[in-house]
């Protein structure tokens, strides 16, 4: 792969914000909560982090955690909420409480989930199929923006499967519904996140919708990687996801490459550690409880740690640990002289998996327009995952 490409873009341009570095945290259930998008920020501030997807049926209702998610810190701009919908009534309702509340200065649609659970009521990755649906959703979460001049965006896949794409459609409806951006994660629903992301899909969005800027997704391990997925494909920024994983200095990476700077940071395991930690104790204090703040960091030890010499015996015990005291206690067992490993910390991070069917409704994929069996279905999927 080339590494010479140093593709000029300008600030990304999203309504009112002018996102100096065209790289956009992606939002990830369990993952990109204030603690981390924090952890983040320290390391590539010019850039624009999402929150998790907060379910529209959650924030109507006003759900303790879900209000606990769309906490921003009061340094962090522009605030960046992502919310899933099914129903246009609640999208309405959701989006008018983060815009005249004034909770949020940029709200995301999400359109690309492929977990079952999701799809199987119509939502997600499966929702762009019925275009009604989808054109109903974004216009109501538009409209509700543009009272406070809150720009509104959508993240969506390739389309439910091979036979089934949506993305080209889904776009061109969005655009005319006054969206400020479209993001495109390059694999469809039945592929979840296996296989090879499809960077030429991307492209051809960008053709279709000269207009707007246009988002590429999917296998970003590195700022390399996002200057290629620019050069390859047109498109006027990136969304990373798995590939910040146990690395939040890939925003520092990213800021330098893309305003040509060759430099990326290399840590040593000493410095990894300490990034871990300082992880850990954001944790402790979104969450208000040490015990639980250190249960979350658990699941990003083998992130950090990825290609590093630390023995298994060290490892399980991390993946135990309930105290920020114990933890560095353990991190102290660390080398910290040890280097960057390179290839081996590098590349894919996170879930993959295989390929599988998608879950749908009886019948979805039998024509464009809802029946009144999935009308009631896909009513009931907001209150399905509502829980935060």
Known sequence: MPTALVPTLPPLQLGRHAIATPVVLAPMAGITNRAFRRLC???GGDCLYVSEMITSRALVERNAETMRLIEHDADEQPRSVQLYS???VTARAAARILVQED???HIDLNFGCPVPKVTRKGGGSALPWKRDLFRSIVAAVVQEGARRDVPVTVKMRIGIDEDHQTYLDAGRIA????????ALHGRTASQHYSGQADWSAIARLKEALPDIPVLGNGDIWSADDALWMVAETG???????RGCLGRPWLFADLSAAFAGRPERVQPTLGEVAATLARHAAYLVDFYGDERRGCRDIRKHIAWYLKGFPAGPTLRNQLALVDSLAALDELLAGLDPAAPWPGADAEGQRGRAGTPKKVVLPEGWLD???LTEAQRALVAEAELDVSGG
């Open 41 to 43: 920020r320290e390391f």
């Open 175 to 182: 655009a005319a519904e006054g969206v400020a951006a479209v």
């Open 86 to 88: 099914v129903d246009p």
């Open 235 to 241: 498109c006027d920024g990136v969304v990373v996801g």
């Open 367 to 369: 024509s464009p327009d």
């Open 103 to 105: 909770r949020a200065d």
